[in-house]
């Protein structure tokens, strides 16, 4: 694959279909997009899916209203099997994620800001969990471009705030 093609992919497929959205940043691995009341830091899965089958997303999202600020989410490529963990693993740090479905999240601000914290430090990141086989599957991320399209994203929608 080359870097030109994964740079369009982060600005097109990333950015979705919705005519407000805007690509703020863009690496080779992640990509800051604007999507009006949110703004997003989002990267795909290293492990590229097969055309029909799902591909692992992850990233953060940031709302102009505070309400969500640095949530970390992920689509998993698998269902997890009922009651499975799903985690966040950045370097040799996990972090326990919420989930449902084959979608997962942060549990809260406190865990958003340690996420981010070893993101910055970090080497790898990946999201696992176990299949309804029990087979362990991981969806492993290039932090290439991470930190810079988080700081986008999140200026991008701090500018947006609603003096009162």
């Not at 899965?45 to 940031?62: D, N």
């Not at 991981?138 to 009162?164: N, V």
């Amino acid at each position: 694959m080359t870097r030109g093609w994964h740079i369009a992919f982060a600005a097109a497929a990333l950015a979705g279909t919705a005519a407000s959205a805007g690509v703020v940043y863009a690496s080779a691995a992640w990509a800051a997009i604007d999507r009006g009341p949110t703004c997003e830091a989002l990267s795909r899965s290293l492990r590229v899916a097969s055309k029909g089958k799902v591909q692992a997303i992850a990233g953060f999202t940031f709302s102009a209203d505070r309400r969500r600020w640095g949530e970390f989410h992920a689509r998993l490529r698998r269902m997890p099997r009922q009651g499975a963990a799903v985690m966040l693993r950045i370097d040799d740090q996990p972090f326990l994620l919420v989930s449902r479905g084959n979608e997962a999240w942060s549990d809260g601000p406190r865990q958003e800001q340690a996420i981010i914290a070893a993101l910055r430090g970090g080497n790898g990141m990946s999201v696992e969990s176990r299949d309804g086989g029990g087979r362990r599957f991981i969806d492993p991320y290039s932090l290439e471009g991470a930190a810079t399209a988080i700081d986008a994203a999140a200026a991008a929608c701090a500018g947006k705030m609603q003096r009162r």
